[in-house]
């Protein structure tokens, strides 16, 4: 298995690469404002005719999260796409005419809470009360699950029983919160799939919000070969890219930052990275920077800016 390099910042892979999928929240910013060395990154990226995609698990349609990343300093001028979660889940639901979304109906059982709810309403999904008067299952990560994963148990037999298709998205195995954990999505479909549920997943890491960035990407004479992913999140970022053959960066500084603040020297870094890796069937990202910044400023001939009409 090839060795992960260290980086000092993305100028070190600038010039491997046509495409840039990045990560937004943990990567960009913080969920209020951006961060400064990834402004300064993009605009980097921009000047080199990159072409830099942002990939986000968000509830939030492309037009709101573009609004939402413009009101953190993350101008649309910045970056070249924008694919959310939300987005794929609104235009399925919507259309019901595509893999995993036919026949799916009206009428939903959501294990979730209200911003799915709040989101479900703009489509419109009507959300029951009863199992036995829902067309479909949705399982919701965009808010807390407060029941344990045995809790659910009952709903999720009757589903089966009724053979209800299931929608999940933005999955998580479990989510911090102050310091406990609490339920996460994958926990509630890892029952559902013990019970015989067939599950339709949506977001990072699951192969439709991918196939989606590839397909933009194709249409810009883009390939996978030609890409790479940078994201801060083993589960979500660098196990879903590298299920469709594309190379990833990590952001240590980011979902996985306490892990690596006993780092003292690369020798440490590695074994603290060999560690998380072997969490995630030994999948090991290209690339690991410390955070989403350009680094070292590249020779005068890589660093003029391309010539344009």
């Keep these: 298995m090839p060795s992960t390099k260290f980086c000092l910042g993305i100028s070190d892979i600038s010039d491997s690469y046509t495409g840039f999928i990045i990560d937004t929240w943990g990567v960009l910013h913080n969920g209020q404002h951006a961060y400064d060395s990834a402004i300064e990154c993009l605009k980097e990226l921009k000047a080199r005719n990159k072409y830099v995609m942002l990939l986000s698990n968000t509830e939030e349609r492309v037009a709101e999260s573009a609004i939402s990343l413009k009101a953190m300093g993350i101008a649309p001028d910045l970056y070249n796409s924008l694919i959310t979660s939300g987005e794929i889940l609104w235009e399925g639901l919507k259309s019901q005419n595509t893999d995993g979304f036919m026949g799916l109906g009206d009428k939903c059982f959501l294990i979730g809470g209200e911003r799915t709810r709040h989101f479900l309403k703009s489509i419109p999904i009507d959300v029951v009360d009863k199992i036995a008067d829902a067309s479909f299952l949705m399982i919701a990560g965009w808010d807390q699950l407060d029941m344990t994963p045995h809790a659910y148990d009952?709903?999720?037999?009757?589903?089966?029983?009724?053979?209800?298709?299931?929608?999940?998205?933005?999955?998580?195995?479990?989510?911090?919160?102050?310091?406990?954990?609490?339920?996460?999505?994958?926990?509630?479909?890892?029952?559902?799939?013990?019970?015989?549920?067939?599950?339709?997943?949506?977001?990072?890491?699951?192969?439709?919000?991918?196939?989606?960035?590839?397909?933009?990407?194709?249409?810009?004479?883009?390939?996978?070969?030609?890409?790479?992913?940078?994201?801060?999140?083993?589960?979500?970022?660098?196990?879903?890219?590298?299920?469709?053959?594309?190379?990833?960066?990590?952001?240590?500084?980011?979902?996985?930052?306490?892990?690596?603040?006993?780092?003292?020297?690369?020798?440490?870094?590695?074994?603290?990275?060999?560690?998380?890796?072997?969490?995630?069937?030994?999948?090991?990202?290209?690339?690991?920077?410390?955070?989403?910044?350009?680094?070292?400023?590249?020779?005068?001939?890589?660093?003029?800016?391309?010539?344009?009409?």
Excluded at 235 to 242: E, M, P, T, V
């Design 154 to 309: 009952e709903i999720l037999r009757e589903a089966v029983r009724r053979r209800l298709k299931t929608i999940c998205v933005t999955p998580d195995s479990r989510a911090l919160l102050g310091m406990n954990y609490t339920t996460g999505t994958n926990q509630i479909t890892r029952r559902l799939q013990e019970f015989g549920g067939v599950i339709h997943f949506i977001g990072k890491p699951y192969r439709p919000i991918f196939m989606q960035a590839i397909k933009t990407l194709h249409k810009n004479d883009i390939y996978p070969g030609q890409t790479v992913m940078i994201g801060d999140a083993m589960a979500h970022d660098i196990l879903g890219a590298s299920l469709v053959n594309m190379d990833t960066c990590l952001v240590r500084d980011g979902m996985h930052a306490g892990l690596f603040k006993t780092a003292t020297s690369p020798a440490e870094l590695n074994k603290l990275l060999n560690m998380l890796v072997s969490q995630y069937n030994h999948i090991k990202p290209t690339y690991l920077v410390d955070k989403l910044k350009w680094g070292r400023v590249l020779p005068d001939r890589k660093h003029k800016k391309r010539k344009t009409g």
